[in-house]
């Protein structure tokens, strides 16, 4: 296969019957007895379905370049020479450093689970060194507002939907439910995945007089799960929200009752709102009003960048905000405050822009 072309992942009916048998055995549950039957159950979900997806790349390149025989072992497969040039056409195409290096990593955890007779260290800790040396593929600082800005949109959003005579039912609950999703996922900035899928009663709920966000471990990326305060200052806009304009685009379902909808997040036609429209909405509003779109992972960025703006003494809460389990890989990804003025006091600034006349909006 040419360099420059993508290389296509190989789904798991489609891979080998060993390769296949073996992830099995690496999906069942743990048997003391044997070492070799259940590793990947002690990963996240997340976690499996980024390996046998990254596997399946692995298995998608041997193909397409005529390496792929079925009838040979997994193991003899990943040889010293095969998994350099499988990084080479990888760098080759437009993939970033990161997943490039995300790639080998899920190879070798792969290997890992359905491959236990070999050690796979070389390949784990050749992925380690392609993280670190990682570089992001594009330049965040053109995307990243300040976040007193972005917070100020979503808290004039939900008000023009408030007060918006000239505006119909569903249009109306529509802005507020964007406005209020911008002020979470700059306050909350909480994985896409968890974002999309938070659900009253089970992810979101009102504990005594306070209201709660958790994500059971199950569901979180580091198996660690997080219990959080939803913020103070969106605490009405969700009240009002979920007594107002959720029950409003809830009545425009045509399939499911409303009450077996448990969603936080509803679309206009009363359905479960999916990853993608989370973030054609989000990037919708904010390239209305900054020229360009912010998309919901950037949120992340905002915030690890304004903990180390405001207080650099600060940053090991970059973590706990973005739900790492270290500060190493939250500063290496989200912390790009280095050349900004860490002088600057982030709660005046917030006081001073709330002060000021509110821009009408479109």
Same mark, same amino acid.
């Given at each position: 296969?040419?360099?420059? $072309?993508?290389?296509?992942?190989?789904?798991?009916?489609?891979? %080998?019957?060993?390769?296949?048998?073996?992830?099995?055995?690496?999906?069942? %549950? !743990?048997? #003391?007895?044997? #070492?070799?039957?259940?590793?990947?159950?002690?990963?996240?979900?997340?976690?499996?379905?980024?390996?046998?997806?990254? *596997? @399946? *790349?692995?298995?998608?390149?041997?193909?397409?370049?005529?390496?792929?025989?079925? $009838?040979?072992?997994?193991?003899?497969?990943?040889?010293?020479?095969?998994?350099?040039?499988?990084?080479?056409?990888?760098?080759?195409?437009?993939?970033?450093?990161?997943?490039?290096?995300?790639?080998?990593?899920?190879? !070798?955890?792969?290997?890992?689970?359905?491959?236990?007779?070999?050690?796979?260290?070389?390949?784990?800790?050749?992925?380690?060194?392609?993280?670190?040396?990682?570089?992001?593929?594009?330049?965040?600082?053109?995307?990243?507002?300040?976040?007193?800005?972005?917070?100020?949109?979503?808290?004039?959003?939900? $008000?023009?939907? +408030?007060?918006?005579?000239?505006?119909? #039912?569903?249009? &109306?609950?529509?802005?507020?439910?964007?406005?209020?999703?911008?002020?979470?996922?700059?306050?909350?900035?909480?994985?896409?995945?968890?974002?999309?899928?938070?659900?009253?009663?089970?992810?979101?709920?009102?504990? @005594?007089?306070?209201?709660?966000?958790?994500?059971?471990?199950? /569901? /979180?990326?580091?198996?660690?799960?997080?219990?959080?305060?939803?913020?103070?200052?969106?605490?009405? @806009?969700?009240?009002? *929200?979920?007594?107002? *304009?959720?029950?409003?685009?809830?009545?425009?379902?045509?399939?499911?009752?409303?009450?077996?909808?448990?969603?936080?997040?509803?679309?206009?036609?009363?359905?479960?709102?999916?990853?993608?429209?989370?973030?054609?909405?989000? @990037?919708?509003?904010?390239?209305?009003?900054?020229?360009?779109?912010?998309? %919901?992972?950037?949120?992340? +960025?905002?915030?690890?960048?304004?903990?180390?703006?405001?207080?650099?003494?600060?940053?090991?809460?970059?973590?706990?905000?973005?739900?790492?389990?270290?500060?190493?890989?939250?500063?290496?990804?989200?912390?790009?405050?280095?050349?900004?003025?860490?002088?600057?006091?982030?709660?005046?600034?917030?006081?001073?822009?709330?002060?000021?006349?509110?821009?009408? &909006?479109?």
């Amino acid at each position: 296969m040419g360099t420059s $072309e993508r290389i296509q992942r190989l789904r798991l009916d489609d891979w %080998p019957l060993a390769d296949r048998r073996a992830w099995e055995v690496a999906l069942q %549950p !743990a048997d #003391p007895f044997d #070492p070799l039957v259940g590793y990947a159950m002690r990963w996240s979900a997340s976690t499996r379905q980024f390996v046998e997806g990254g *596997y @399946g *790349y692995w298995l998608g390149w041997l193909q397409a370049s005529g390496q792929l025989h079925p $009838e040979e072992d997994p193991s003899d497969r990943a040889t010293r020479e095969r998994v350099p040039r499988y990084l080479e056409v990888l760098q080759s195409s437009d993939l970033s450093d990161f997943t490039c290096a995300g790639r080998i990593k899920a190879l !070798a955890d792969a290997l890992t689970a359905i491959a236990r007779t070999e050690d796979w260290g070389w390949i784990r800790r050749a992925s380690s060194r392609l993280h670190d040396a990682a570089k992001p593929s594009r330049d965040l600082r053109s995307r990243l507002r300040p976040a007193d800005e972005v917070l100020q949109l979503g808290l004039d959003m939900m $008000e023009a939907a +408030h007060n918006g005579r000239f505006r119909g #039912p569903v249009e &109306r609950a529509t802005l507020y439910r964007d406005g209020l999703m911008l002020g979470l996922l700059l306050l909350r900035p909480l994985r896409m995945k968890n974002f999309t899928a938070l659900s009253l009663g089970r992810h979101v709920e009102k504990r @005594g007089s306070t209201w709660w966000i958790t994500i059971p471990a199950d /569901e /979180e990326k580091t198996g660690k799960g997080l219990d959080i305060h939803w913020p103070e200052q969106l605490v009405v @806009g969700l009240e009002t *929200y979920l007594a107002t *304009y959720r029950p409003r685009l809830l009545e425009c379902s045509k399939t499911e009752p409303a009450a077996e909808i448990s969603a936080l997040w509803v679309s206009k036609q009363g359905t479960m709102m999916g990853d993608a429209a989370i973030a054609f909405q989000v @990037g919708a509003r904010t390239e209305e009003e900054f020229g360009e779109a912010i998309n %919901p992972h950037t949120f992340r +960025h905002i915030a690890a960048t304004t903990i180390a703006t405001v207080d650099p003494g600060s940053s090991a809460d970059i973590a706990g905000v973005l739900g790492h389990s270290s500060l190493r890989t939250a500063d290496k990804h989200y912390n790009l405050a280095r050349t900004v003025d860490a002088g600057r006091l982030y709660a005046d600034t917030i006081t001073t822009q709330r002060s000021k006349a509110r821009r009408p &909006r479109r």
